[in-house]
């Protein structure tokens, strides 16, 4: 930087740089932090991560979950507690974040691991391609979307996973 | 920020935020540093991310392993020296961090992965809650506790990954 | 910081501080964009990963390869296309960055999971210790070597992953 770069032009820009970190940390923990959400069965924990009217497109053909208390229902949905009871991991890794103003898009995988009592060991059940839209809002970021599609071969996997 | 606030004040809060953002970002590099120092049967630098006095309490029923020396021996025993030759990975997820102070939490995946010579593929054979809590030392972050669960239906990893 | 520290001081060292924490972030979406890209079929943002003369050693016994070009090459080939009809993913889990001025190190794994249409479940095909070396050049952080070795038994792997 130029020395005759003022005081305040240098810590404008570091404070600008901060908050990009930040803002790249906080959609991070956000994604990292649906795992044990879920697989805790926290319904509120779960719903706080989704803004109010944020969207879970979780599989092809399935109807899409909108809004955060429908997510909160969903965890407490017997179909849930059932993957609960059986032994049930909602593995994901961590996203590529790209953070733009007040938006940002995260992409990742989420692999659905289930114990299996049969063999003692564990089976992977789903591997899915996520996209994750977030929006900053008054209390910080929240999911507006998430799409998920399964890796078995179609085509719309991939076009989630190419538009990062 | 409000024109009238002081560079001091600037920079002593930028500096906050940094020391919080390098925090996260090393209690990470902790956590992700596991895999590569056990799978390659690194008994010192295992031991050297626990606190001479951290516990890592792996699996319900077993005994805790009690201190970073104990952390050395557990690397360099006949047992586990036994998964390595047989072809093992202990893979975990990135953590979500929450740091407060001097002290943090992380929760985490574990996922232990072992080759089958006999089909040339890898099994999954544990998948385990994980619980992190780190004390900020003289040397930097440490393991002061690290508590594994399996996710096979039982309360007990729910109960791991629903206290973050 | 002891009072008498000048305002440019801090700034510089806040500065440096600053930059080293968004190299770590940068390799770390670095290595996190190459599964998307390449599971996704998107030859040029997997060629851009890679440094011009970068190279990818995958496999002991198969030939490295050498150059972006060839990079974008891997991922138009029939080989590759076939992989993504079957149904395939590139898991990578986040690495543990070391960076040292304009050159970094990262450790992760690579977990290629494969959808198998008899069974509608997944199976762990490989999974691999993963050595990236980065290089800083004029737009940004890019891959100058990265190796991956088997995790079946083989001391190449255990060496990998001790280099940290």
Request: hydrophobic share 45%.
């Given at each position: 930087m130029s020395a005759t770069t003022s005081v305040d032009d240098r810590l404008a820009a570091v404070e600008a740089r901060l908050r990009r970190v930040e803002d790249e940390l906080a959609i991070t923990r956000l994604v990292l932090?649906?795992?044990?959400?879920?697989?805790?069965?926290?319904?509120e924990a779960t719903a706080a991560l989704w803004d109010d009217g944020g969207r879970y497109d979780f599989q092809d053909g399935a109807p899409v979950i909108e809004g955060s208390a429908a997510m909160a229902s969903m965890v407490r949905s017997p179909g849930h507690r059932a993957h609960l009871a059986r032994g049930c991991a909602h593995v994901?890794?961590?996203?590529?974040?790209?953070?733009?103003?007040?938006?940002?898009?995260?992409?990742?995988?989420?692999?659905?691991?289930?114990?299996?009592?049969?063999?003692?060991?564990?089976?992977?059940?789903?591997?899915?391609?996520?996209?994750w839209e977030l929006v900053r809002g008054p209390s910080g970021w929240r999911v507006g979307s998430r799409v998920n599609r399964l890796l078995t071969g179609d085509e719309a996997a991939r076009a989630l996973l190419a538009g990062g």
């Amino acid at each position: 930087m130029s020395a005759t770069t003022s005081v305040d032009d240098r810590l404008a820009a570091v404070e600008a740089r901060l908050r990009r970190v930040e803002d790249e940390l906080a959609i991070t923990r956000l994604v990292l932090s649906y795992g044990p959400a879920v697989d805790s069965g926290s319904a509120e924990a779960t719903a706080a991560l989704w803004d109010d009217g944020g969207r879970y497109d979780f599989q092809d053909g399935a109807p899409v979950i909108e809004g955060s208390a429908a997510m909160a229902s969903m965890v407490r949905s017997p179909g849930h507690r059932a993957h609960l009871a059986r032994g049930c991991a909602h593995v994901l890794t961590a996203p590529a974040v790209r953070v733009d103003g007040d938006r940002a898009v995260a992409l990742c995988y989420s692999l659905m691991h289930h114990y299996v009592s049969e063999t003692g060991i564990f089976q992977v059940s789903r591997v899915s391609a996520n996209r994750w839209e977030l929006v900053r809002g008054p209390s910080g970021w929240r999911v507006g979307s998430r799409v998920n599609r399964l890796l078995t071969g179609d085509e719309a996997a991939r076009a989630l996973l190419a538009g990062g």
